[in-house]
Structures are given as C-alpha cells and as structure tokens.
C-alpha cells in the first residue's frame, strides 16, 4: 500500500497494525508511507494543481514494474469483498508479483496516477478521510484474502 501522508491517531494505527499482522500469513503486506506536500489556505486551482502534480510524482517512483496497480478514487469501481478477492486472486494468476494500493492526501490522487492503474477503486460515493480508508483498506485485504483461503471471517 502506499499513502501520502502520516498516521497520526493511535486507534488507527493500532486497528491497521493488526490487520497487517493476520495478514502475514497471507502476504508480504507493507506500508510506504511518502510525506505530503504543504497545502496553503485556501490554495488557488493552480496551487492545488502542483501539490497534485508533486505527490503524483512521488508515488510513481514507488512503483514496480509487476506491480497490478489500483489508485483509490471516488470515481472508481465500486466492489463487493468478494469482487475485491477475485481482483487480487486474478492479479497474482496473470503475473502480478504484488499488488500497490495508492491512497492519496487530502486532495486526492493526480490523474497520472490515476492513469498508471489497472482498476481505480472507489470505497464509496462519499468522501471519507484519506487516514481512516487505510484501516478500511486494509482490513478489505484481509477479508479479500481469508475469502480467496476459503476461511471463514465474519460478515
């Protein structure tokens, strides 16, 4: 997974400390965490256009080659858990040696990187904050993994 920005509430980070802890058993599971840009007040378009563009440049350089890429963004594909099993299981059968979750900071996600992914998730048409969606995340690839074992896990 790679985010922009840092995790600052514990609950938060203690939540996604455990699910990457189950996890391990599944996966490699890793954060990169990349530092967001400085936000002025009430930024002007163009403003808001360079932090964008600045960010964006940082996550593709994060980026591997068998990388199956999926950028986080509200007007992505919404999926079911089971959809979202089914997308990690076929990206490992067609080569994929990992799969890069891109979360974006406060703007969101510049539309190169957006355009570098193979499928563009959306968690929902509302707008969640960018530090809460990575427990929410992570916690979908666990239960995305625990499906694809054919394991039970609540629902």
Not at 122 to 149: D, G
């Amino acid at each position: 997974m790679i985010v922009l920005g840092k995790l600052k509430e514990k609950y938060l980070k203690d939540g996604i400390a455990e699910y990457g802890k189950r996890l391990s058993r599944f996966c490699d599971f890793k954060i990169i965490e990349l530092a967001d840009e400085k936000i002025p007040d009430n930024p002007s378009p163009a403003q808001e256009k360079e932090v964008l563009k600045k960010e964006g440049e940082k996550v593709l350089k994060q980026l591997q080659p068998n990388d199956y890429v999926i950028p986080l963004c509200v007007e992505g594909t919404c999926l079911s858990s089971e959809q979202l099993a089914k997308t990690i299981e076929n990206a490992g059968n067609n080569g994929f040696s990992s799969i890069a979750f891109i979360i974006g900071g406060s703007l969101g996600l510049s539309e190169e990187v957006k355009k570098a992914g193979h499928l563009k998730l959306s968690f929902s048409k509302m707008t969640f904050p960018h530090q809460l969606i990575r427990l929410c995340l992570t916690e979908q690839i666990y239960r995305a993994f625990k499906i694809n074992n054919n394991e039970t896990y609540h629902k």
